[in-house]
């Protein structure tokens, strides 16, 4: 016995909505993101906000007046870079859970956050999942 057109959409619909929901969710974390990082010798401390962009620079002790201002230098982008590095990881940690099957990105298998990425693994991927069945009966909000 098949499910009647009207219940099919009311199921598409929650399922719509409840994705709007995790999208939202997602966006409100993705938000909040920052990244923080010191140098090894703890004497640069920055903060980045979700977009990677430099919100703070804290030099700590006294330290770093003796490096050479090329070392100096390269110490605060080589910190800049971790703290956007652990900002980059926090966002597509909280955009994971939005990627279809197969198609998840951040740290473990699947695409890098450094912009590897597999594409023949992501077609594979999206493939799959345009053989499956638009209202599953296991998919969440459909009607059973």
Known sequence: MS???HQQLEAALADLRAHQSRIQ?????????????????RS???????????TSLKLNGAAYRKLAPAEFAARIVETIRAAQ???????????????PTGLRFGPGPGP????TWDIDAMFA??????????FAPNRTGAAS
């Open 44 to 54: 640069v401390e920055v903060v980045v906000d979700s977009q990677g962009r430099l």
């Open 125 to 134: 991927a999206a493939a799959r999942a345009v053989r499956e069945p638009l």
């Open 112 to 115: 890098a956050t450094d912009g």
């Open 25 to 41: 969710a997602a966006s409100e974390r993705l938000a909040k993101t920052t990244g923080t990082a010191r140098s090894k010798d």
């Open 3 to 5: 499910i009647p057109l």
């Open 85 to 99: 590095d652990a900002a980059a990881g926090q966002a597509a940690e909280s955009m994971s859970g939005l990627m």
